[in-house]
């Protein structure tokens, strides 16, 4: 059920429905003022400068965020996830999450009531927006918080959620494993990307066996340990290259010998190269 609208009427519709906060802080208060609003919907935008990292949190909400400028971090339970420009990530009610920027930062944010989605989306999904979705998003971003849900722009609203739903998935992704005897590994993969111990390494450390660890990397996963390290090296990189840093910079901190060979990877996995990808971003 709906929780009553803790403002008045009057004051909400004088807070415009697409209110850009321009810091971190701002971002918070206008946040919780959208998730109570007795709409299926609330949205803001934000920009969040220079390296940003927030607190691990959880919202009564899911939530849609769109890149615009920069490139956002975020990691779950669930995994790492990208989000460069033109792209969404829906993050369900209740799902605790924490977001990483190396440089200025612009995005737009849609909270949306539990049951307004479509069924199948109970898991964190990124999406390659199109045109279409950036301009419903913009349109109900400019409307009213106590919108008219039963006239045009309800109608927008529905059609903004249904684009959303459809939307498939993208790649920039890397799933964490749960097992809790891999936790220390993990760890220390996802907080220092260029770590460069060796499976055997780990093994000694962790009082496991190369095998046992190899078998519930694949498990948990679906990728070898070095695969899934090669990952989370490329979405860190993908983070930094669009924050504005260089290529062999990137390169180093993440754990390569050369640039050459992070540009071998990037366009193996990728299809492109590190550069093409900074124009596109």
């Known amino acids: 059920m709906r929780k009553p609208f803790p403002l008045e009427a009057e004051r909400c519709e004088t807070i415009p429905q697409g209110r850009r906060a321009a810091d971190p802080r ?21 920009f969040y400068p220079d390296t940003s990292t927030s607190t691990r949190h959880a919202h009564a909400r899911g939530q849609f965020i769109l890149g615009v400028t920069g490139v956002t971090a975020m990691l779950t339970d669930e995994g790492c996830f990208v989000v ?5 990530l829906w993050i369900p009610p209740g799902v605790v999450h924490q977001s990483r920027s190396w440089a200025d930062v612009e995005v737009q944010t849609l909270y949306v009531e539990a049951d307004a989605m479509p069924a199948g989306h109970g898991a964190c999904r990124l999406v ?4 279409l979705l950036r301009a419903l998003l913009a349109e109900v971003l400019a409307m009213p ?61 962790t009082g496991l066996s190369r095998r046992t660890i190899t078998r519930l990397f694949r498990r948990e996963t679906g990728m ?36 050459s060979a992070f540009t071998a990877m990037f366009k193996r996995v990728l299809g492109t190269c590190p550069r093409t990808y900074l124009d596109w971003a």
Not at 26 to 42: D, H, I
Not at 84 to 88: E, F, I, M, T
Not at 128 to 131: A, G, N
């Open 128 to 131: 390659r927006t199109t045109p």
């Open 84 to 88: 460069p420009p033109d792209h969404g």
């Open 26 to 46: 701002a971002a918070r208060a206008l946040s919780a003022s959208l998730q109570a609003v007795p709409r299926r919907v609330g949205g803001m935008g934000a």
């Open 145 to 205: 918080v106590l919108y008219d849900e039963h006239g045009r722009e309800g109608r927008l609203v529905d059609l903004l959620l249904a684009e959303i739903g459809r939307m498939p998935a993208s790649s920039l992704h890397v799933a964490v494993p749960q097992d809790d005897r891999l936790g220390r590994i993990c760890e220390s993969v996802l907080s220092r990307a260029g770590e460069t111990r060796t499976l055997d390494e780990w093994a000694l450390l």
């Open 224 to 259: 070898s340990f070095s695969a899934w390290q090669q990952r989370v090296r490329l979405m860190e990189a993908l983070a930094r290259l669009g924050g504005g840093a260089s290529v062999t910079s990137v390169a180093l901190d993440v754990g390569y010998d050369s640039p």
